[in-house]
């Protein structure tokens, strides 16, 4: 039973306009919220993240949303460059120190 | 500059033979974790450790065990490898839970057993 789902396994968009990675969750636990960012044969790095006490954290190119109600979060990047291109892992953290949970990922591919 | 390291970036180990992956952090952080990255599948947790001498089951423990015998590092040992266990190995530490912890990975151990 997957407590974080990234529906999409893939997307493909052009070089200079908007990427949106969508993350779903279920449980209602879940205060603390990450976007990570993986290269192949690499680590995954920490790219943003966001507490349920706000709907929206930016960071240069990179914002994410969060729509409480709807247990859904969204990552933002405007405007997209060839670099992007990578899998983004959306995860969840509920406290008490449990592990993060991850969702499988989306592989984004930014086309110059 | 914060430092998750592991002990081999590429391995091939032949099927029965007992393979340790060792993960090394320089942050002093209490929690470490093993995951495994297969493509379609995500990142799966296999075996975490919130203290010296102390290991939890992830998601997918079934034929891996783990040491944690120092702060610093968390160990992965399969007893006896087999095909089905070769992926991309991610150990990963966090100084804590909430938004004051952030989760940082080491680079990984692509692992082939044949």
């Known amino acids: 039973d997957q407590q974080v789902k990234q529906n999409s396994p893939s997307l493909s968009v052009q070089e200079g306009r908007i990427s949106i990675l969508n993350c779903d969750y279920t449980n209602s636990m879940f205060d603390y919220f990450l976007w990570y960012k993986k290269y192949p044969a690499e680590g995954p790095t920490f790219l943003i993240s966001?507490?349920?006490?706000?709907d929206k954290n930016e960071d240069g190119r990179f914002t994410v949303f969060l729509n409480k109600s709807a247990k859904h979060l969204s990552l933002h990047i405007v405007p997209s460059q060839p670099g992007d291109s990578a899998v983004y892992f959306c995860?969840?953290?509920?406290?008490?120190?449990?592990?993060?949970?991850f969702g499988k990922g989306t592989r984004l591919s930014v086309i110059a | 500059d914060v430092k998750v390291t592991q002990s081999s970036r590429y391995l091939v180990k032949r099927t029965g033979e007992k393979v340790f992956l060792e993960c090394v952090q320089d942050m002093d952080h209490e929690n470490m974790f093993w995951y495994r990255q297969d493509p379609g599948l995500g990142l799966r947790l296999i075996y975490f450790s919130y203290d010296v001498k102390m290991k939890e089951k992830g998601d997918i423990p079934e034929g891996y065990s783990v040491s944690r015998e120092k702060k610093e590092r968390f160990s992965l040992i399969l007893e006896s490898a087999s095909t089905n266990q070769t992926s991309m190995y991610l150990c990963?530490?966090?100084?804590?839970?909430?938004?004051?912890?952030?989760?940082?990975f080491g680079p990984g151990t692509r692992l082939t057993v044949t």
């Open positions: 966001i507490s349920s006490i706000k």
């Open positions: 995860a969840a953290d509920a406290s008490g120190n449990t592990p993060l949970v």
């Open positions: 990963a530490s966090r100084g804590g839970s909430g938004i004051l912890y952030e989760q940082y």
